[in-house]
């Protein structure tokens, strides 16, 4: 009974308190939890235990953020501040990515068009994956469709992982919204690239339609399994390193169309004594310079300045394993 009553005199002063009360009760209940022993102090089932609980408050504490976000957005208060969007403002003020802004911005929005399973997602029972399926979801189905597609989410969206919920809300758009699909289908081809950026290694980014996507994924994964029990290579290395085989064959077949009246090759500039440089990417070790001249075809080269080429010659580059003071010839292609 004493307990009943204490909880009921916390909430009675805990409705008394403003927002800005409320965060600060917040953030001193998690800085004394912080303190707290765990060795020793904590069973391993409440361990666990306050691990769900935590990750429950977590969801909960973001869904309250994206609707004060999706009211932000509502007042246009990015414009008191100098700034081009939400998403601009929440980049500025959280110091989030452009990306990241967007696409909690993004979510609020789309949260907003789905009341329950905004509900369900402030109830800590829907996650923030699920619910990042969803606003995508509801930006793009008709808005005839909005309502059962808010009952659809906040239903299966707590038994269903991201992934999976994705899957199943996709299913039944193509039943009870196929056009949405079909647009989607076609914003993701107008939308498909291929960007390959320079930063010593080279980090690429795709997006692709479905097909294509599928295609890429397919050809990539046939060549990416495993060579046998000692492959300690991860997933997403096998893949890179099936895309880089994918493009050497290309490059060896001699059928893509020529450069500059030559066939496309990758080429590295030694020189002697100095530096090493791939071209299009930079500086490389003498380890990777070897490596890429060890088949390569070989223009030995004048380097006054401007660099004069001598002539085109075809060899072999110094055995691997040879010291650096015996580098590579200047232009290798392979």
Request: glycine share 10%; aromatic share 2%; charged share 25%.
């Amino acid at each position: 009974m004493s307990s009943i009553k204490e909880s009921t005199g916390l909430a009675s002063r805990l409705d008394g308190l403003d927002d800005a009360g409320l965060l600060d009760l917040i953030e001193r209940g998690l800085a004394l939890l912080g303190v707290h022993p765990l060795d020793g102090q904590i069973g391993d089932h409440a361990l666990g235990e306050s691990v769900e609980r935590l990750h429950r408050l977590e969801t909960i504490t973001a869904a309250e953020k994206l609707r004060r976000i999706a009211e932000a957005d509502a007042r246009q208060t990015w414009r008191a501040e100098s700034a081009r969007s939400t998403a601009d403002l929440l980049a500025q003020r959280l110091r989030l990515t452009r990306g990241e802004a967007k696409a909690q911005a993004d979510t609020a929005v789309g949260l907003e068009r789905l009341p329950e399973t905004a509900a369900a997602v402030r109830a800590g029972e829907v996650g923030l994956g699920q619910a990042q399926v969803a606003a995508r979801a509801a930006a793009d189905a008709h808005p005839q469709t909005h309502e059962q597609l808010d009952r659809l989410i906040a239903a299966d969206g707590k038994t269903l992982d991201r992934r999976q919920l994705r899957e199943h809300v996709d299913a039944w758009t193509a039943t009870h919204d196929p056009d949405t699909l079909a647009g989607r289908e076609r914003r993701a081809w107008a939308q498909r690239r291929l960007t390959i950026g320079p930063d010593g290694s080279v980090g690429g980014g795709f997006q692709l339609d479905p097909v294509g996507g599928a295609t890429v994924k397919t050809a990539l994964e046939a060549k990416a399994r495993k060579t046998g029990p000692d492959d300690e290579r991860t997933y997403a290395q096998r893949m890179a390193d099936a895309m880089v085989e994918f493009a050497q064959q290309a490059l060896d077949a001699g059928g893509l169309p020529q450069v500059a009246a030559q066939r496309p090759h990758v080429i590295m500039i030694v020189q002697p004594g100095g530096q090493a440089r791939l071209d299009g990417v930079g500086p490389v070790s003498w380890q990777t310079a070897e490596m890429v001249c060890c088949d390569a075809e070989v223009d030995h080269a004048n380097l006054p300045h401007p660099p004069t080429l001598n002539g085109p010659a075809t060899m072999r580059c110094w055995t691997p394993g040879a010291p650096a003071a015996n580098p590579p010839s200047p232009n290798a292609s392979r």
